[in-house]
């Protein structure tokens, strides 16, 4: 093959985001759009990891990912890198990609130092909605600050991109297919999208007793793809190693628009495992399963329920923490310590702090824990966003969290499965909370708001932080019976291990009763802007652990809302999502 040089004009708008760059398929679908971003990100990394390296391509299958292969592939050729690894038709889990960077040897010995995951998670895929691409280190987790403002900078100045006049690799077949270049061999390796992952769950994971679980009599479970790419793991994991019934199996054929729905597990979005477990409203006569979970487009989210019960995912990673060294083999030597972002409610801090275990609290995005794991520092992290995971890879991972949650249903049913009663996912949770209180959460999102507006709304939150006293004069004005906020800030972050800072995380206000209030702009959508509020309030007393959150919280609600005017600067009187 032959290598030319493209020349091409910079665009404006490349700032990777919270995890990558996101934009609608039009603006992907310009001419060179993509091909700078992948040229910038090449003039980024260091020359043994472009020149003669292998570099995994694939991702959650949505519409545009078939061409971008092709496109990225042909580049990487140009750039002189000796190999493409693909997931078969192109489909590859964001944890999975990071399996496969740490874990695969390929046919011929080799091991990858990068990928391009071609996802935008949990935003709507199809010819008018998103794409994105980001790209990940050979730590197998996402390029941090410094990288991405590297590419963001080259994307400033690119004058040419390189690539190669390859013909159309066939992606659908497993197998090596080698070219021939002026510089030497480049191959591009298609294998299945499951096996490596699959093994490494095997490592982790006590499959043995997973298998009695599921295959209890007392014991239904219930898994939803959102027609997302957690569906080609699905069927591997759940029905064939684990022996759960096909039936089981929700939106499992992943689809390039996936379904047309939003594959965002949350109870807005999962509309059908939502009423299949008895929490939506329609009032069914069939009994929910036991045990139900969704992952997101790129099947790096979770979302855990029980029969008629929703677990918050704050909850979820302290309930996990808690449990790993009993249930889970591969933490049965203990935990490292433990991390979770700023706006993640406070429970996984209580467990650190009953069990002795170093914490950590990090800025919002799954780059920061990096890191901590790299550094041996951090075994399980979480998100208050449906995102949990461990330190066995570099991205938080959907079926890792089904798995970890069904070891500790197998562990505290270990004799109740001949008789007895079942201990549910609900009882977990309540036990929990009478150990360790319970914090009450809920995140309120306003999506695709004025971009202006909600930079306004930001600014003015930012400038009332300067005198408390003006603050506490508002609080009590909306609601008299909060406590008081004694301390406000935008949240900074500073790397323990790199030293590296990170500024304007988030605008916290902090309450003498430990109540928090949290506002965010979301750095993963592509049109407008998303305000995220998050709000918490730790309830100590075991007799008061059992409310319903949307009441226990109203109050700080109503301050939240009323400190941040949020209705004038946005004009909404609702949120576009309530978790
Ligand atoms: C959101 C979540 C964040 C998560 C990120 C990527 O970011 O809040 O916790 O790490 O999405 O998840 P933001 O900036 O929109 O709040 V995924 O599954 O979209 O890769
Ligand atoms: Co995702």
């Not at 030597?333 to 069990?355: E, F, H, I, Q, Y």
């Not at 901590?372 to 949990?388: H, K, N, P, Q, R």
């Not at 004694?486 to 291990?497: C, G, L, Q």
């Amino acid at each position: 093959f032959n290598v030319s040089r493209v020349e091409t004009t910079p665009f404006g708008d490349q700032k990777p985001g919270t995890s990558g760059l996101r934009k609608k398929v039009k603006v992907f679908k310009q001419p060179n759009y993509l091909q700078n971003f992948v040229q910038s990100t090449f003039n980024a990394l260091t020359p043994q990891n472009v020149r003669g390296a292998t570099l995994v391509v694939s991702g959650d299958g949505r519409y545009f990912s078939t061409d971008a292969i092709q496109i990225i592939t042909k580049m990487a050729a140009g750039n002189g890198l000796r190999r493409v690894w693909v997931g078969q038709n192109g489909l590859l889990s964001t944890p999975a990609v990071s399996a496969v960077i740490r874990e695969r040897v390929g046919v011929d010995g080799s091991k990858a130092t990068g990928a391009f995951i071609l996802t935008a998670s949990h935003n709507p895929g199809g010819p008018n909605e998103d794409f994105g691409i980001k790209y990940n280190m050979e730590n197998g987790g996402p390029a941090p600050e410094g990288i991405t403002d590297k590419i963001y900078e080259n994307t400033k100045t690119i004058k040419e991109y390189l690539t190669a006049d390859l013909p159309d690799v066939d992606i659908t077949a497993i197998g090596v297919t080698s070219y021939c270049g002026s510089e030497g061999q480049f191959d591009v390796e298609v294998f299945d999208s499951a096996s490596d992952y699959v093994k490494l769950m095997k490592s982790i994971f006590d499959f043995e007793s997973i298998r009695k679980l599921l295959s209890s009599p007392k014991f239904t479970f219930c898994y939803d793809a959102l027609h997302g790419v957690g569906g080609a793991y699905a069927k591997r994991i759940f029905v064939e190693e684990l022996g759960a019934q096909e039936s089981s199996l929700l939106n499992c054929v992943p689809k390039e628009d996936f379904g047309g729905g939003h594959p965002d597990p949350n109870l807005t979005y999962a509309k059908e495992l939502v009423a299949r477990m008895g929490l939506g409203k329609s009032n069914s006569e069939v009994e929910p399963p036991e045990f139900g979970a969704a992952s997101d487009g790129d099947a790096d989210r979770n979302m855990i329920l029980g029969k008629r019960f929703f677990v918050t995912p704050s909850d979820s990673v302290a309930i996990i923490a808690a449990n790993a060294v009993e249930a889970i083999p591969y933490f049965s030597a203990g935990l490292k310590g433990v991390a979770r972002s700023m706006p993640t409610s406070a429970a996984l801090d209580v467990v650190a702090k009953n069990l002795n275990l170093k914490f950590f609290e990090v800025p919002t995005g799954w780059k920061f824990f990096g890191n901590l794991m790299d550094a041996g520092l951090c075994s399980v992290c979480g998100e208050e966003s449906f995102g949990t995971g461990s330190d066995h890879i570099r991205e938080k991972d959907g079926i890792w969290a089904v798995l970890a949650w069904l070891s500790i249903l197998a562990c505290k049913n270990r004799e109740n499965l001949g008789g007895g009663k079942l201990v549910t996912v609900e009882d977990i949770v309540h036990n929990h909370w009478a150990t360790y209180g319970r914090h009450y959460y809920t995140r309120y999102d306003y999506e695709n708001v004025d971009a202006g507006a909600a930079k306004e709304l930001m600014a003015c939150l930012v400038k009332l932080q300067s005198s408390l006293t003006e603050v506490n004069e508002i609080v009590s004005g909306i609601q008299s019976d909060v406590s008081k906020v004694v301390h406000a800030d935008e949240f900074e972050y500073k790397d323990p291990v790199d030293g590296s800072i990170s500024k304007h995380q988030g605008i916290r206000y902090l309450f003498e009763d430990g109540s928090r209030l949290v506002f965010r702009l979301s750095g993963t959508g592509s049109e407008g802007a998303t305000i995220r509020l998050y709000i918490e309030q730790y309830e100590k007393d075991p007799s008061k652990t059992g409310r319903d959150s949307q009441d226990a919280l109203a109050p700080l609600v109503a301050v939240a809302l009323g400190l941040s005017k949020m209705q004038e600067f946005t004009g909404r009187s609702a949120p576009t999502v309530i978790t």
